[in-house]
C-alpha cells in the first residue's frame, strides 16, 4: 500500500525559506520510471504542478518556480525534500506531494496524493 | 505552457444524472491527459489516466474521451458521493498544468 506524508511549517515569515518534507512508503524511489511530485492548492483555488524527481534523480521544474526551488531524494529514508526560497503570501497553500508513475504507453500521471500540509505566509 | 480550460467553472446536476465535463488543452496533447476527483479538504484522486483508463477501484459510471485538445470526463448516472470538483491536467510537456476545475454540485 502505497502512502505519502507531508510535514513542515505552518507558518513561514516572507523572504524565508520554506522546507517540506514528504515521507512515503509502499515503494521505492529507485524504482525505474517511478516519481515524486509537488502540487500545491492555495485557498479556494486550484491545483498547480511545482516539481518533480524521478528514480535516477532527474528533476524538473515549473519555470515559473525554477529560480526558487530545490528537489532532493533520499531513497534510504523514503523522503523527498522540496525547498522553496524567498516566500510570499502569495505562496500560502495547501502543499501536496504524490506519487508519480506511468501507464503502459508512457503517460505520466499521479495516483497516490499526501494528505497535504497547509503553509501560510504572513508576517 | 499548455493552458487547460475547464468549462464550466460549476454546474448544477441530480442524482441519476449523465454528466459531461469538457476540458480543452491550447496545444494538442495526443492523450497525455488525466483526470481528478476532490472534495472539500482532501487530496485529489486520480480518476482516470491516459483520457480513457479507469484506475482500480474507480466505479464503471465514470469514462473518458478525447484526443488531441478535446477532452470529456463522463459520468453515466451521478451518485451522491461525486458531488466534488474535478480536474483535468495534462502531462504531454512540462509543466505539467491542470485545469481550473468544474465544480459539480447539486
Known amino acids: 500500500q502505497i502512502t505519502l506524508r507531508e510535514t513542515g511549517p505552518t507558518l513561514v515569515k516572507p523572504t524565508q525559506t520554506l522546507t517540506l518534507t514528504c515521507t512515503f512508503s509502499?515503494?521505492?524511489?529507485?524504482?525505474?520510471?517511478?516519481?515524486v511530485g509537488w502540487i500545491r492548492q492555495p485557498p479556494g483555488r486550484a491545483l498547480e504542478w511545482l516539481a518533480l524527481?524521478?528514480?535516477?534523480?532527474?528533476?524538473q521544474f515549473s519555470p515559473s518556480m525554477k529560480n526558487r526551488l530545490t528537489i532532493t531524494k533520499d531513497s534510504s529514508k523514503n523522503q523527498v525534500v522540496l525547498t522553496m526560497t524567498d516566500v510570499d503570501p502569495v505562496d500560502t497553500a495547501t502543499y501536496f506531494c504524490?506519487?508519480?508513475?506511468?501507464?503502459?504507453?508512457?503517460?505520466?500521471?499521479?495516483?497516490?496524493w499526501g494528505q497535504g500540509t497547509l503553509v501560510t505566509v504572513s508576517s | 505552457d499548455i493552458q487547460m480550460t475547464q468549462s464550466p467553472s460549476s454546474l448544477s446536476a441530480s442524482v441519476g444524472d449523465r454528466v459531461t465535463i469538457p476540458c480543452r488543452a491550447s496545444?494538442?496533447?495526443?492523450?497525455?491527459l488525466n483526470w481528478y476527483q476532490q472534495k472539500p479538504g482532501r487530496a485529489p484522486k486520480l480518476l482516470i489516466s491516459?483520457?480513457?483508463n479507469l484506475q482500480s477501484g474507480v466505479p464503471s459510471r465514470f469514462s473518458g474521451s478525447g484526443s488531441g485538445t478535446d477532452f470529456t470526463l463522463t459520468i453515466s448516472s451521478l451518485q451522491p458521493e461525486d458531488f466534488a470538483t474535478y480536474y483535468c491536467?495534462?502531462?504531454?510537456?512540462?509543466?505539467?498544468?491542470f485545469g481550473p476545475g468544474t465544480k459539480v454540485d447539486i
Open positions: 504524490a506519487h508519480r508513475h506511468i501507464t503502459w504507453n508512457g503517460i505520466p500521471y499521479f495516483d497516490f
Open positions: 509502499g515503494f521505492s524511489l529507485t524504482t525505474r520510471d517511478v516519481g
Open positions: 524527481i524521478y528514480w535516477d534523480d532527474d528533476r
Open positions: 496545444h494538442n496533447i495526443d492523450v497525455f
Open positions: 491516459a483520457v480513457s
Open positions: 491536467q495534462q502531462s504531454f510537456t512540462i509543466p505539467m498544468t
